[in-house]
């Protein structure tokens, strides 16, 4: 119309978009959960509470495990219980076609199937939505068929994008877990700003995080990640959430890697380690090894596997080095999952105290299967990868190195040195490269041979 039936006035009218959603109030149910905000005398008000008290009206806290136990034993707890904690908010990460919405279907599913942990179906009576704003739900039902999931009764699954319509059917169904898939697509209504932005990104995060806490239901959220690798949002969805998990791993090979880098409830030392395949992510409960050994008697220059700690577990890696002809003040130093300030070091401990001239050569270092190494015990089997390149030299594929070097050449013990012993023989192991502490502080391994090391020069002179 161009002429305002009311005032007649032309070309006045204006387009204006309604949704019934918009004024939507997310944090108030129906019939569920009423929520009195800071209203004087309302019976939800916060009121503060003596921690003692706190601690003797509260019944312990039950952890809600997936059977998974990789998952489980990143999502944090102890050996009793393990697993999603209820009321809280999980953020996991990862690269396109890693595997995210994969791996939390699986997870889906196993809180959804006493059968999956070992439970009778009145011991465990958790319910799950899964919220598909990406896919369809028949696309979800056709990878649930194929991940084998779906058979579980518990799990409910719903295709939307507004947050008040998602918000309204977890009341009516009123879950133990909330997996949403993803947040980046999630919008408020009331809002012009477009999903995945981040005027949404941090209010929905927000509305979600305080349904959880009064509703005491554990969202798990899938976030997507920059070019750079980091979770979209500048970072600032990591703030509010509870946990953030990163899904690691290269799409082109099968390892997979669930890596914590915060957990309020748990470690963050804590690493869960799958295989990708047809039927989906499989668990590698007893470790990834990528090292020399898989090769069986060929001797690789350049390369030794090292037994690296993470959280609770012994994980071999194998460190890798190449030298090549370069030139004298522009020498490359390149590296791939390891620290680059501290292969500099390395590199100028080796030209001080091991005799190598590596001033015009460039130095390429990466740890196999796209684990990251930073802790100092790597030290060692960096220095006489990067020495048995330049050599041409190598060990033989059965030897392990562990040892931290300092800047005067000399090696230093190595935490947890008798559980990555352990480790590296159960795994076929049989020679290893440790610093010399005396032969009284040695731990005595069945079927492993210590060579004790006092410093760089005497190692690579065994390398020779």
């Known amino acids: 119309m161009g002429k305002c039936p009311d005032c007649s006035a032309w070309d006045s009218l ?12 997310p944090h108030r149910g129906s019939g569920w959960i009423e929520v009195k905000g800071n209203e004087p005398g309302g019976n939800n008000t916060p009121v503060a509470t003596s921690i003692t008290e706190i601690m003797t009206n509260s019944t312990p806290m039950k952890r809600l495990p997936t059977g998974i136990t990789e998952f489980d034993r990143v999502l944090g707890g102890d050996e009793k219980s393990k697993g999603l904690v209820p009321g809280s908010v999980v953020l996991v990460g990862g690269e396109p076609g890693i595997g995210k919405s994969t791996l939390l279907l699986q997870a889906a599913g196993a809180w959804a199937s006493p059968i999956n942990i ?19 739900a028949e696309q979800v039902q056709l990878r649930a068929t194929r991940l084998g999931v779906s058979q579980a009764d518990s799990l409910f699954v719903l295709a939307d994008t507004n947050l008040a319509r998602i918000l309204d059917q977890a009341r009516k169904i009123k879950p133990d877990v909330c997996v949403i898939d993803s947040i980046q697509m999630i919008y408020k209504a009331d809002l012009e700003a477009s999903p995945g932005s981040v005027t949404q990104l941090r209010r929905c995060c927000s509305e979600l995080v305080y349904f959880a ?34 899904f690691e791993g290269d799409r082109y090979h099968s390892a997979r890697i669930v890596r914590g880098v915060k957990n ?25 090894s990528l090292a020399a050994i898989q090769s069986g008697s060929e001797h690789r220059p350049g390369a030794i596997a090292c037994p690296a700690m993470h959280g609770s577990r012994c994980v071999l890696v194998e460190l890798q080095a190449l030298t090549a002809t370069g030139f004298v003040g522009s020498a490359k130093r390149k590296s791939s999952g ?27 270092c990466s740890a196999v299967g796209g684990l ?15 020495a048995g390149a330049h050599y041409k030299r190598s060990l033989a594929p059965t030897t392990i190195a562990i040892g931290e070097v300092g800047l005067g050449g000399e090696l230093r013990p190595a935490t947890q040195l008798e559980q990555r012993l352990r480790e590296s023989a159960r795994l076929g192991y049989t020679h290893a490269f440790v610093p010399d502490a005396g032969s009284s502080k040695l731990p005595k391994i069945k079927g492993m041979e210590m060579i004790p090391i006092r410093n760089v020069s005497q190692a690579i002179e065994r390398l020779m």
């Open 338 to 364: 390891l620290d680059s300030n501290r292969l500099s070091m390395l590199i100028a401990v080796l030209e001080q105290h091991g005799g190598l001239r590596l001033a015009d050569r460039d130095v390429f």
């Open 372 to 386: 990251k190494i930073v802790e100092p015990a790597s030290d060692l089997a960096l220095a006489l990868a990067i």
């Open 118 to 136: 070992k439970a009778t179906k009145s011991d465990w009576t958790s319910k799950v939505l899964y919220i598909s704003s990406e896919e369809s």
């Open 264 to 288: 309020r409830f748990g470690t963050t030392l804590e690493l869960g380690i799958f295989e990708m395949t047809g039927q989906g992510l499989q668990q590698l409960p007893g470790g990834m």
């Open 14 to 25: 204006e387009e204006s978009q309604f949704d019934k959603s918009a004024k939507d109030d």
């Open 213 to 246: 806490k009064a509703t005491g239901i554990a969202i798990v959220l899938v976030g997507h990640v920059t070019k750079e690798g980091t979770l979209a949002g500048p970072r600032m969805l990591e703030h509010m959430v509870d946990a953030v998990l990163y």
